[in-house]
């Protein structure tokens, strides 16, 4: 999946959440302006690259608690 197509099918998820957090909220601000200076762009960057890293973490967390309730099972 390439850069833009993620932002967009992030954008849309983020829209669709109850209470997104400000970082959210912002990253969703500055995806959909279209004309971005580069202070802008350094923002959305930057965001974009803390949104993956809670994605990357919360996946891990769900990995987590699988193998935890995996072995309760065992």
């Known amino acids: ?9 992030r954008v849309a998820h ?3 959440l109850k209470s997104p957090t400000e970082q959210q909220q912002l990253l969703v601000l500055l995806a959909e ?7 802008d ?10 949104e993956k890293a809670i994605i990357r973490a919360n996946k891990a967390k769900q990995e ?10 065992a």
């Open 14 to 16: 983020l829209k669709g």
């Open 1 to 9: 999946m390439q850069k833009q197509d993620w932002l967009t099918d």
């Open 33 to 39: 302006k279209s004309d971005r200076t580069s202070q």
């Open 64 to 73: 987590a608690a699988n193998l935890i309730n995996a072995e309760k099972k």
């Open 41 to 50: 762009e350094k923002k959305l960057v930057a965001l974009v690259k803390a």
